[in-house]
């Protein structure tokens, strides 16, 4: 059973540039959330997927936007990159099963910002 | 406003029992609480979830009070492999985000 992948592990980008990450979720999950996490901090909440629709979102502009695929794979873009997107991207899958609820984190993609 | 509150760090031998708190006084009554342990360059793990007092599993035991304002990650016989970032996070149940703050840095020295 294939856990969430990842793809690319590694990326460097540009300022000013665009970039897209791809995440596909455990099997049988259909929810896909992504994280952000910078340099010795916790991962922070970037939004969630469910059917298709952006179902939550933290506090991120504008340019952090994303999809789910109807195999509930998803894809991350950031436009306009700033030397402060450099990052480990997270995705993470689930499925909710009232009162044991676990998230499953993919390897994550590793994005510096020159 | 974090709604956890762990140590920073600490620092254990190998074949020692390690035991982490978390103070977590807001917690509300839907929420559970739930340990995650990430090691570098790696995604976090779900280590172990707990509503009210006792909860083991093959890796850990957790240890909630009656009045669930804080919780105890106790990790038995630690091992070098042990070494990584372990977050304690307060949620309700139900596909919410995760709200992670920076967790405690567990380094076991052989």
């Known amino acids: 059973d294939a856990g969430v992948t990842q793809s690319p592990t590694h990326l460097i980008k540009t300022r000013g540039q665009q970039v897209t990450l791809r995440c596909s979720p455990k099997?049988?999950?259909?929810?896909v959330s992504w994280y952000q996490q910078a340099l010795g901090q916790g991962p922070q909440f970037i939004f969630q997927?469910?059917?298709?629709?952006?179902?939550q979102r933290g506090n991120f502009p504008d340019r952090f936007s994303g999809h789910q695929f109807p195999n509930y794979s998803s894809e991350l873009n950031v436009n306009a990159l700033l030397l402060g997107d450099s990052a480990l991207y997270l995705c993470?899958?689930?499925?909710?099963?009232?009162?044991?609820?676990?998230?499953?984190f993919g390897p994550g993609t590793r994005l510096t910002v020159t | 406003l974090a709604k956890t509150t762990q140590p920073i760090s600490m620092d254990s031998y190998e074949g020692q029992e390690v035991n982490i708190t978390c103070s977590h006084n807001?917690?509300?009554?839907?929420?559970?609480i739930t340990w995650y342990q990430q090691f570098p360059s790696q995604g976090p793990r779900f280590i172990i979830q707990?509503?009210?007092t006792k909860v083991t599993n093959e890796v850990a035991s957790l240890f909630i009070p009656a009045d669930r304002k804080s919780s105890t990650l106790s990790l038995p016989r630690v091992s070098l492999s042990d070494t990584a970032v372990y977050y304690c996070?307060?949620?309700?149940?139900?596909?919410?985000?995760?709200?992670f703050g920076k967790g405690t840095r567990l380094s076991v020295i052989a």
């Open positions: 993470a899958s689930s499925l909710v099963v009232p009162s044991n609820y676990e998230q499953y």
């Open positions: 099997s049988g999950h259909d929810t």
């Open positions: 997927y469910y059917e298709e629709e952006e179902r």
């Open positions: 807001n917690i509300a009554t839907n929420d559970y």
């Open positions: 707990g509503y009210k």
């Open positions: 996070l307060v949620e309700p149940s139900g596909n919410t985000p995760l709200v």
